[in-house]
């Protein structure tokens, strides 16, 4: 089998969005994100669908960015049926938890519900919606040197696990 190449990160993540200026407003004006792209069309170049849209690049602080599609209908995405809001979710980082605290002071102003500071042992994050029903989370990492090495010696052995308890509880 090929080798498969080495992913250097990423460079965007799409969603669905209501409304492209309601979406502008609240991650340009309240998030700090710079919208740096609005390219409209008629048609789906990947699948040559007809439809008329409008894709937003929104660039974050190390290049990336967090894009949307507006499709014209002024409609919210769906969730999905099966699955709890807080699984979906996309995840910003800052430089440190004095940055999270600030958001989140900040977006409270601008009347936005979120989380208190959530400590998950390695981040600290809060977690709030955006006018799409998109859940973000907005943390800092605080892990010690050694937990991201620690945690990759010990995935697999951790996965076996689940995997093993999750057919039990299924009967399978």
């Known amino acids: 089998m090929t080798k498969a190449p080495r992913i250097k990160g990423l460079y965007h993540y799409a969603h669905p969005c209501r409304d492209a200026e309601e979406t502008r407003r609240f991650y340009e004006d309240v998030l700090g994100l710079p919208l ?17 849209y409008a894709h937003l690049f929104f660039e974050m602080g190390d ?8 499709l014209g209908k002024n409609e919210l995405p769906a969730p999905s049926p099966n699955t709890p809001d807080w699984v979906q979710h996309f995840a910003i980082e800052t430089s440190s938890v004095e940055d999270v605290l600030a958001m989140r002071e900040r977006l ?31 943390n800092a990492r605080t892990e010690p040197p050694q937990y991201r090495s620690e945690a990759a010696a010990n995935a697999r052995r951790a ?12 009967g399978s």
């Open 63 to 70: 290049g990336s960015y967090i894009a949307f599609f507006d």
């Open 159 to 170: 996965l076996d696990e689940w995997t093993r308890s999750k057919k039990a509880r299924l």
């Open 108 to 138: 409270v102003e601008n009347g936005v519900e979120v989380t208190p500071l959530v400590d998950h042992h390695f981040v600290k994050s809060i977690y709030f919606f955006d006018p799409n029903g998109l859940r973000l989370e907005l």
């Open 36 to 52: 740096v792209n609005c390219m409209t069309a008629d048609r789906v170049p990947s699948t040559g669908e007809e439809t008329p």
